[in-house]
């Protein structure tokens, strides 16, 4: 096993979910600082060769469909579908 990535020590992974055409998401949260934490989701869309990160601030829960690259999550009381 190969190592090819690295986040941030206080970051806390949550999931990975990996879709079609070099997709991947990796969940995280973050609860260093005041208040209630935070969760991020850090997308690759090449491979793992580069990421950017979305601060999802406070996310209830969510799926994410392999074969279509879409994320459907609950954020404050509203449903939101992401393609990728």
């Known amino acids: 096993m190969q190592q090819l990535h ?3 020590e206080h970051l ?4 990975l979910s990996v879709g079609q055409q ?3 998401l ?6 260093t600082g005041d208040g ?3 969760y991020l989701t850090f997308i690759s869309q090449d491979f793992r060769r580069s990421w950017k990160d979305l601060n999802d601030g406070a996310a209830q829960g969510g799926y994410f469909d392999p074969d279509t690259n ?5 954020f404050a009381y509203t ?4 393609r990728f």
């Open 70 to 74: 879409t994320q459907y999550a609950l």
């Open 26 to 31: 990796a969940y995280a949260t973050d609860a």
């Open 12 to 15: 806390m992974l949550d999931g």
């Open 79 to 82: 449903l939101k579908k992401r």
């Open 22 to 24: 070099g997709v991947l």
């Open 36 to 38: 209630a934490p935070r």
């Open 6 to 8: 690295t986040f941030d």
